[in-house]
């Protein structure tokens, strides 16, 4: 089982740009499907982004669309989030999952319940 970790959190402004990085060690994405998840003080854990190596689909929440975008680089073994015209909304912990047993996003998208490998999240904090 892929062991993840995401990194690349931090504090900036609205309107401001961050680039979430989830490495994978002990395999490699191959064969699955990465999302990314996001938990606010006090609220549950939101799916808000998705990538399927297996047949390159892609998910966003409607909270995000348009404003956050996922990529891949199997070299590297990462799948990014890069997330543009950042809003205080979007101040929360965000965390990278894996699934290999219905790695599309087209039916995963962002529910919890069907990543298999969580890793510790990072924090993103945007002030107004």
């Known amino acids: 089982e892929v062991q993840l970790q995401a990194s690349g959190g931090g504090s900036v402004q609205a309107g401001g740009s961050l680039r979430l990085s989830c490495a994978a060690s002990?395999?490699?994405?191959?064969?699955?499907?990465v999302g990314w998840f996001r938990q606010a003080p006090g609220k549950g854990r939101e799916g808000v982004s998705c990538i399927s190596s297996v047949d390159d689909s892609t998910y966003y929440s409607d909270s995000v669309k348009g404003r956050f975008t996922v990529s891949s680089d199997s070299a590297k073994n990462t799948v990014y989030l890069q997330m543009d015209n950042l809003k205080p909304e979007d101040t929360a912990v965000y965390y990278c999952?894996?699934?290999?047993?219905?790695?599309?996003?087209?039916?995963?998208?962002?529910?919890?319940?069907?990543?298999?490998?969580w890793g510790q999240g990072t924090q993103v904090t945007v002030s107004s």
């Open positions: 002990g395999g490699t994405f191959d064969m699955y499907a």
């Open positions: 999952a894996a699934d290999k047993d219905l790695p599309t996003c087209v039916l995963l998208k962002g529910r919890v319940d069907k990543y298999e490998s």
